[in-house]
């Protein structure tokens, strides 16, 4: 990403990632202003384990940027965020599959000459078998 053309600060744009383990717990413990003190052009948050009408309104629409939130349809649980500065030119929301899409583990937005995922990947850890195959499951269905 070089150029004028694509509006971010000096050509390159800056993508943080954050498992934030719940928003609501990570606003309390200074979210809010971190994020008012980072210099990234997209925020990808996982496990936000709420509902934007649970979110307070200055995690819910932070000011300066523009907020996209995917929960589960399961409360508490997963859940992703995408923060950009700039408003998106699309948001896709899952990637098609009736098993996975309603788990809140996939939001993409596209922004000029780029499309920036906040993706929840299911834990594959071996010993838990259900676990795996539900991870291999979700990783076949999911055909980004």
């Known amino acids: 990403m070089h150029g004028r053309s694509s509006g971010y600060c000096s050509g390159v744009l800056t993508v943080t990632s954050v498992n934030v383990n719940g928003l609501r717990a990570a606003a309390k413990k200074g979210f809010v202003e971190w994020l008012a003190g980072t210099s990234a052009d997209v925020v990808c948050l996982q496990e936000v384990r709420a509902e934007a009408h649970q979110l307070p309104d200055e995690v819910r629409s932070p000011e300066g940027w523009h907020a996209v939130h995917v929960p589960a349809a399961a409360k508490g649980r ?7 500065r700039r408003e998106p030119d699309a948001v896709r929301t899952g990637f098609g599959s009736a098993e996975f899409d309603g788990s809140g583990r996939y939001v993409e937005v596209d922004l000029p000459g780029v499309t920036v995922a906040s ?12 676990r795996t195959r539900s991870t291999a499951s979700w990783t076949r269905s999911c055909r980004i």
């Open 119 to 130: 993706l929840y990947l299911p834990s594959g850890r071996s010993g838990r078998s259900a």
């Open 78 to 84: 997963a859940g992703v965020s995408v923060l950009t």
